[in-house]
């Protein structure tokens, strides 16, 4: 009888021991249901985007998109240019400087804005330093540092006067910006000469004709000029390029 007790005590305890772990099973895998339910619904909620994807494109972002966000529109260019040049030649001249940089930036495949914005800006300061060359361009700088413009444009207009900064220029930027706004006063000296005065009339020709003419628009430096090969642009490509630009705006430029 004993022995009967304690084996049918021993498997009613298995029986027990056997429903118990049966009973953890089920609870386990209703618990992974239910959280493999609360993962899923999380991967699809818009605002639980995990950090790591939200910083990389924040990053993308700050790389790809700093150039929008810190340009200046034109329309702001504009303002401040006539709050700091009064002279009309002046302004007639940033124009041009702004159409020829933009077309060489399409003929180089750059940044068309941004290329004219510089060449618009160039000069913001000439009137406030009485063009000193010991320091033309270094407020202008200044000041568009403090609107936040492109470090790409303040560099090459700084540069655009190496005698301020005591350095040389080397990139394409700031040899495009020195020949680019200077070729601009030998088109307008050359548009001068003709009986009408319209660029309409002027042959790139006579533009290469004139460089060789040191006397002629003598203060206009024939060697900034030349630096249009530095960029990969013949004399020749260049002068037609950027008379054909400035006949785009000559209303406006008083040509």
Known sequence: MRWMFIRKYVILNLIGFAELRFRIFFINVEMLKEIQH??????KSPSCTPPKNKERKTSEASRGGAKTKNMMTRSQALELLHEYIKNPKMIYHSLAAEVVMKALAKRLGRDEEKWGLAGLLHDLDVEMVNA???IHGLETARILE??????EVIDAIKMHNEEATGLDRTTEF???????E???????ATTYVYPDQKIASVKPKSVTKRMKQLAFAASVSRENIMECEKIGIPLPEFAELSV?????????IGL
């Open 132 to 134: 000193g060359p010991k």
């Open 182 to 188: 200077t070729i601009t006063g030998l088109i307008m």
């Open 38 to 43: 609360d993962k899923s619904n999380f991967n």
């Open 244 to 252: 054909e630009a400035m006949r785009t705006i000559a209303d406006e």
């Open 146 to 151: 403090e609107k936040g413009v492109d470090a």
């Open 174 to 180: 700031q040899h495009a910006l020195a020949c680019g």
